[in-house]
């Protein structure tokens, strides 16, 4: 049985037990979309102010939805459109302060305002994307982008 315990209130602490409680539920694991489902879970519940966790699969060129929390989302996005397609085209997280003014910004859910998204790299290649949004405008900053890379760079070759 999972509990979640009182996250540290220090962003880096907070990730740091995010990167262990991640590595526990996953270590061992074969399954792909059981290992993202566990992903999306604890980010939504440990990470405040989020309105969306989840994957998008990297499948024969298109970014393909995966397991997630929160509103129902798009189903494919082009390699290069939204803020999801612009980290795999550019091989870079993107961090979004406010989506309204990112170009082709893909709006799935109208009450998102910040977006941050982690492109998944194993072997080299882009597998896939974790993309957290929030209601909140420039919820997202170096220390979420960072946190979230190290938790991708963990999951990375347990979801390939």
């Known amino acids: 049985?999972?509990?979640?315990?009182?996250y540290s209130t220090d962003k880096t602490e907070r990730y740091a037990e995010l990167l262990k409680q991640l590595d526990s539920l996953t270590d061992g694991e074969p399954d792909a979309v059981a290992n993202m489902a566990n992903a999306a879970a604890l980010l939504y519940e440990a990470l405040p102010d989020l309105n969306w966790a989840g994957f998008y699969r990297l499948i024969d060129g298109v970014l393909v939805l995966g397991p997630f929390q929160g509103r129902p989302a798009c189903i494919r996005i082009p390699v290069g459109r939204g803020v999801c397609g612009t980290a795999v085209a550019?091989?870079?997280?993107?961090?979004?302060?406010?989506?309204?003014?990112?170009?082709?910004h893909?709006?799935?859910?109208?009450a998102s305002r910040?977006?941050?998204?982690?492109p998944i790299t194993?072997?080299?290649r882009i597998i896939g994307v974790l993309d957290l949004d929030s209601p909140l405008p420039a919820?997202?900053?170096?220390?979420?982008?960072?946190?979230c890379e190290a938790l991708m760079a963990l999951l990375g070759p347990r979801i390939a």
């Open 122 to 124: 194993v072997e080299g």
């Open 139 to 147: 919820r997202f900053d170096a220390v979420d982008a960072r946190g």
């Open 114 to 118: 910040s977006e941050l998204v982690v």
């Open 106 to 110: 893909i709006a799935c859910d109208s």
């Open 1 to 6: 049985m999972f509990q979640a315990p009182a």
């Open 90 to 104: 550019e091989a870079a997280t993107q961090c979004v302060p406010d989506v309204h003014a990112f170009p082709g």
